[in-house]
Nanobody, 120 residues
Framework: QLQLVESGGGLVQPGGSLRLSCAAS????????IGWFRQAPGKEREGVSCSSSDGSTNYATSVKDRFIIFRDGAKNTVYLQMNTLKPEDTAVYYC??????????????WGQGTQVTVSS
């Protein structure tokens, strides 16, 4: 059974860092594009970053130069390293399979989400 499980969320002060993990089971992440999305209260879900199977990545303008997406094939896990966090980064973060190989901007299979709160 295909499953994605996020972890690593929590409460952090502005300027701090967090690393989110997206662990996959039931399939091999190597062949799929994996994206991170987030949804803040009262707002629509938005794409944050995506990693294609060939190693290419993309980022939303709001997180570029602060967030880094990377994979560990041995652990079948995709990570989102979040640095210089801002209060506006507060949201539930989800990882999702976007498709075979390439990022599409749309999630096909979703994890359950992990809460990130940036506050002093």
């Amino acid at each position: 059974q295909l499953q994605l499980v996020e972890s690593g969320g929590g409460l952090v002060q502005p300027g701090g860092s967090l690393r989110l993990s997206c662990a996959a089971s039931g399939f091999t992440l190597d062949y799929y594009a994996i994206g991170w999305f987030r949804q803040a209260p009262g707002k629509e879900r938005e794409g944050v970053s995506c990693s294609s199977s060939d190693g290419s990545t993309n980022y939303a303008t709001s997180v570029k130069d602060r967030f880094i997406i990377f994979r560990d094939g041995a652990k079948n896990t995709v990570y989102l390293q979040m640095n210089t966090l801002k209060p506006e980064d507060t949201a539930v973060y989800y990882c999702a399979v976007e498709g075979r190989d390439y990022c599409s901007g749309k999630g096909l299979y979703w994890g359950q989400g992990t809460q990130v709160t940036v506050s002093s």
